[in-house]
């Protein structure tokens, strides 16, 4: 009677581990196909292909400002100082402006800086401020650019680099390769209980 009982919990865990394991690779197989569908695409989307180094020229605060609309209404309209940094690209000999991300270019074209949080408009100026020092500071820093040369504004920073799927891809292939062994030890474990039952039967 024991016996049975623990044959049928090592059964029943069996199938729990089981299904984990095809469970593990199947979060892999969404996380690989989300990771295929958004952020390859973003990534193709960006023009800024190349990296180079720049020699900032200019980085200053304009007097009128941007604005961020986060609402149809007027009160939530926020105004935040807008800081314009050109460089020299050094690789085609161009002053050009620069964006710190692709958001940037998107949100607001007018600005190369967007603070990352809005509602305190003292904290957004310092945030701005400590951007336009860092770039007076660092008279040459790595840009991104176009290279066919029909986009001749520059980035800062990309959000998707090549380097960036490595980082990506390697949570779902952790989970792929634990998923596919933890079914292949239970195929395992249970071709050596099929073999020493067929032992034991041979032996009676």
Known sequence: ????????????????ALWLGLGMMACSAMM???IGIVLVYLHRRSVWADKSECDVVKA???????????GSE???????????????????????????TEQ???????????PLVMGNYEQVQQQVEEARDYFRMNQRIPCHYDPSGEEKSVL?????????????????????????LI???????????LVSARQRRTVM
């Open 1 to 16: 009677m024991l016996r049975k009982k623990l044959v049928a919990a090592q059964k029943r865990g069996e199938t729990r």
């Open 104 to 114: 940037t270019v998107e949100r607001n074209p007018k600005c190369s800086y967007i």
């Open 74 to 100: 007027d009160k939530y309209i926020f105004h935040y100082p807008c800081l314009e940094v050109y460089v020299n690209l050094t690789h085609l000999g161009q002053v050009v402006m620069l964006y710190y």
């Open 32 to 34: 690989y196909l989300f």
């Open 60 to 70: 200053n605060i304009k007097e009128d400002q941007c604005s961020s609309i986060e």
């Open 183 to 193: 079914v292949i030890l239970v195929k395992l474990n249970q071709y050596l209980a």
């Open 156 to 180: 800062f920073k990309r959000l998707y680099p090549p380097e960036g799927f490595l980082i990506a891809f390697a949570c779902p292939s952790m989970l792929l390769i634990g998923g596919i």
